[in-house]
Antibody, heavy 119, light 108 residues
Framework: EVQLVESGGGLVQPGGSLRLSCAAS????????MHWVRQAPGKGLVWVSR????????SYADSVKGRFTISRDNAKNTLYLQMNSLRAEDTAVYYC????????????WGQGTLVTVSS | SYVLTQPPSVSVAPGQTARITCGGN??????VHWYQQKPGQAPVLVVY???DRPSGIPERFSGSNSGNTATLTISRVEAGDEADYYC???????????FGGGTKLTVL
């Protein structure tokens, strides 16, 4: 059974940093691209970032480029999102998501972790 | 950047057919995916690559894509279909994912 379990969310002050983790199990993690998707309270889904299977290629939404860094450790089956210079508008539930591979869709999602940026 | 436009809400009576649209410039040339999200839950993929269904998704869910509009069709709507629905594409020119704003489906 595919499982994605996020951790690392919490309350952080504006300008602060936070690192999210996503522990993957039930599939060959090193074979799949992965994504982070976020959802502000009461709002819609927003794609944040993606990383290819070996970590050599990444891309980001314009709103987080230069502030967030996606990475992975295939030996630990773990995906990361390092978030720096956090702003109030980064407040959201952050979902870890697996790419389908055949098409750039998400076939499995984690349960999400809440990040709150507030003083 | 590429923009996807969805109606904020769609209402339908049980047993009827719901159609949720997703507009985008020449979206017919892209592969469109649809997600269902119920309150407090993670999204679930219901249609991918315009019209394919993941295993476990009822045949009542179908999709189409042509021109500037993609459509998710839910036949014989049930109370349990009440949820938010999001369309999504990959913008290869910017190498970014794009979601529509979401449509709240209300079953009357």
């Amino acid at each position: 059974e595919v499982q994605l379990v996020e951790s690392g969310g919490g309350l952080v002050q504006p300008g602060g940093s936070l690192r999210l983790s996503c522990a993957a199990s039930g599939f060959t993690f090193s074979s799949y691209w992965m994504h982070w998707v976020r959802q502000a309270p009461g709002k819609g889904l927003v794609w944040v970032s993606r990383i290819n299977s070996d970590g050599s290629s990444t891309s980001y939404a314009d709103s987080v480029k230069g502030r967030f860094t996606i990475s992975r450790d295939n030996a630990k089956n773990t995906l990361y999102l390092q978030m720096n210079s956090l702003r109030a508008e980064d407040t959201a539930v952050y979902y870890c998501a697996r790419d389908m591979t055949t098409v750039r869709a998400v076939d499995y999602w984690g349960q999400g972790t809440l990040v709150t940026v507030s003083s | 950047s590429y923009v996807l436009t969805q109606p904020p809400s769609v209402s339908v009576a049980p047993g009827q057919t719901a159609r949720i649209t997703c507009g985008g410039n020449n979206i017919g040339s892209k592969s469109v995916h649809w997600y269902q999200q119920k309150p407090g839950q993670a999204p679930v993929l219901v249609v991918y690559d315009d019209s394919d269904r993941p295993s476990g998704i009822p045949e009542r869910f179908s999709g189409s894509n042509s021109g500037n509009t993609a459509t998710l069709t839910i036949s014989r709507v049930e109370a349990g279909d009440e949820a938010d629905y999001y369309c999504q594409v990959w913008d290869s020119s910017s190498d970014q994912g794009v979601f529509g704003g979401g449509t709240k489906l209300t079953v009357l």
